[in-house]
């Protein structure tokens, strides 16, 4: 009985949620937003190589910068790992911690439970935090950018179906189906080349 009651309010939460969709004025922005979203598919495909290009990179040269704090004949080991002594002068104990430090800092989280402690390593790792924040910030912009391209492009169509709706309804129904040959042919467009690619 409890059980039943619970879905009930479960089910009435729903409808609300449902009930404010509908009436929500931002829908096609939301609808645009997804549209400009998957448009940029391609350069969020660029800026995760470029991050994990930088990833390696700063990962390398911090690893560099704290292991040259130890001694070069301590790292001469037989099995090519740093010796305790090295390890305990530095948080970073391996290659692979080094590397979730980097994309930790890089993606600007920055936990702060390892950090490097030589002054090349910091340096390093300053250098990497400013890169990692104007690559956001220049994704970040393009995106928007963008959307606002695509934004005044569906004003702009708006108005022109509102302005010719009375006086030319056939110019209308002529712009939409002008429109859609447009897309159809933007689609097959793009379904040729990823065949011929």
């Known amino acids: 009985r409890a059980l039943r009651v619970i879905r009930f309010f479960r089910l009435v939460r729903v409808v609300r949620v449902v009930r404010l969709v509908n ?11 997804f549209k400009v979203t998957m448009e940029l598919m391609r350069l ?7 991050l ?9 040269f911090v690893w560099f910068f704290e292991a040259s704090d130890c001694d070069w004949e301590l790292l001469q080991s037989p099995n090519h790992m740093p010796p305790r002594e090295c390890v305990s002068m530095s948080h970073f104990d391996s290659i692979p911690s080094v590397i979730w430090w980097a994309l930790i800092t890089l993606t600007t989280a920055g936990y702060g439970d390892m950090v490097p402690r030589s002054i090349m ?17 220049f994704t ?19 108005q022109f179906r509102k302005r010719f709706a009375v006086e030319h309804p056939a110019m209308v129904k002529e712009q ?11 689609e097959s467009f793009d379904e040729l080349l990823t065949k011929v690619a």
């Open 23 to 33: 009436g929500w004025h931002y829908a096609e922005q939301m609808a645009l937003l």
């Open 44 to 50: 969020g495909l660029h800026f995760v190589i470029l």
């Open 52 to 60: 994990c290009l930088m990833v390696v990179v700063a990962a390398t």
């Open 121 to 137: 390593g910091k340096l390093a790792g300053g250098a990497m935090c400013i890169c990692a924040v104007m690559i956001m910030a």
């Open 140 to 158: 970040a912009a393009q995106f928007s950018t963008h959307f606002r391209q695509r934004w005044m492009q569906e004003k702009a169509k708006l």
């Open 176 to 186: 939409r189906e002008v429109e859609e040959l447009m897309t159809n042919f933007e």
